[in-house]
């Protein structure tokens, strides 16, 4: 069954720390893999989108890495910022065709002061 | 441009009556997508359209839940007969190929029965 897992399902950091979010997925045959950001009551905004043969991608703060060997994803976020503090989605994509998106449930962020 | 436009923001209905959640996607995109997040879940996939035809549905519920994409206007997810179960964030995206690259969200419509 493809599935994609998330952790922590949430966590709380200070402004300025770095922290990693973690994704492990069983979708086959694979794609890419994408990390979104969700602000409370918006929709999902993308930050970063890996092949098979990518294994590290940056978007600013934001760091990706892939291991398509043992299907796991991680997302880093350096010097966090309080803007920062959303929901962190990893999606799979089993095909090129967009119904065959496998989304996680999210990681919740909190940055405090 | 404007990207994905969805509109009612928020919308409550009493059970029984119809929801209707418009989705206007970003331009020059002809693909949409509806999907429903329910409290603490993540997204799941409901129906795949392109202009005028539905391309696939196999994550709508049978009962209730209709969507179309008609030549002129924005894309249309009516739900009939509304429960309190239907309570969710509905979410469209859009794409201009049909691919994953280029997908993107509209901010949703959040749906409340009461």
């Known amino acids: 069954k493809n599935q994609v897992e998330q952790s922590p399902q949430s966590l709380i950091i200070l402004e300025g720390k770095n922290c990693t979010l973690q994704c492990n997925y069983t979708v086959s045959p694979f794609s890419n893999l994408r990390w979104y950001k969700q602000d409370t009551g918006r929709g999902p905004v993308s930050l970063t989108i890996?092949?098979?043969?990518?294994n590290t991608k940056s978007n600013g703060r934001y760091t990706a890495t892939l291991d398509a060997d043992t299907k796991q994803s991680s997302l880093h976020i350096t010097a966090s910022q309080l803007s920062d503090s959303a929901s962190y989605i990893c999606?799979?994509?089993?095909?090129?065709?967009?119904?065959?998106?496998?989304f996680g449930k999210g990681t919740t962020l909190s940055v405090s002061s | 441009n404007a990207g994905v436009m969805q509109n009612p923001r928020h919308l409550v209905r009493r059970r029984g009556q119809e929801a209707r959640l418009r989705c206007s996607p970003m331009k020059g995109h002809s693909h949409v997508y509806w999907y429903r997040q329910l409290p603490e879940e993540g997204l799941k996939f409901m129906v795949y359209?392109?202009?005028?035809?539905?391309?696939?549905e196999s994550g709508m519920p049978k009962e209730r839940f209709s969507a179309e994409f008609p030549k002129e206007g924005p894309s249309i997810l009516r739900i009939q007969q509304v429960v309190r179960g239907d309570s969710a964030a509905y979410f469209c995206?859009?794409?201009?190929?049909?691919?994953?690259?280029?997908?993107?969200f509209g901010s949703g419509t959040r749906l409340t029965v009461v």
């Open positions: 890996m092949t098979f043969s990518e």
């Open positions: 995206a859009s794409s201009s190929t049909g691919a994953f690259d280029g997908y993107t």
């Open positions: 999606v799979v994509s089993a095909a090129q065709a967009g119904t065959a998106l496998i």
């Open positions: 359209l392109q202009k005028e035809n539905i391309i696939d």
